[in-house]
């Protein structure tokens, strides 16, 4: 009976570090694409398609759903050039969701001069295309109260 608990034991400490490993994984898999993103978006947005599968939603605030990376890109190029020249994106946790990736975070939208346009918090869900973690499902509304 000892040798059963001690083996259970093991087994048990042996998925934990099996899922803290994939945890940091997972976190520095998401961390390396929203860099990506930030610099893409710093860059004019012509780029930010590639970041999002080729059946991605987009859900923004008070729009209408924007589906397709081939319609996501322009929605993303028409917001800088609308004056949102930078944004900032910090991941607050990230959890596996069977092959998905499900990020909560925070976001700060600022424009020209740097200073701050919004702050909102965002969900996205992520799916691996190719060797890639890409946007699938992105979600985002503003923190700040309503004028």
Excluded: C, H
Excluded at 13 to 42: K, Y
Excluded at 73 to 91: C, D, H, M, N, Q
Excluded at 104 to 132: C, F, P
Aim: no cysteine.
């Amino acid at each position: 009976m000892k040798s059963f608990t001690v083996l259970l034991l093991l087994f048990a400490l042996g998925i934990g570090a099996n899922a803290q490993s994939r945890s940091r994984s997972v976190d520095s898999a998401i961390v390396t694409a929203n860099q990506a993103f930030m610099r893409a978006f710093e860059q004019g947005a012509t780029t930010l398609a590639n970041l999002y599968t080729s059946d991605a939603q987009l859900f923004p605030p008070n729009g209408a759903m924007v589906s397709g990376n081939t319609q996501i890109g322009p929605f993303w190029i028409a917001a800088f050039r609308a004056g949102i020249y930078k944004v900032s994106l910090e991941t607050i946790e990230t959890e596996m969701a069977g092959n998905r990736i499900i990020e909560t975070g925070n976001y700060t939208l600022m424009g020209t001069d740097g200073k701050s346009i919004d702050t909102g918090k965002y969900l996205v869900v992520w799916k691996q295309e190719g060797n890639a973690w890409k946007l699938y499902r992105d979600i985002w509304n503003t923190s700040q109260s309503a004028k």
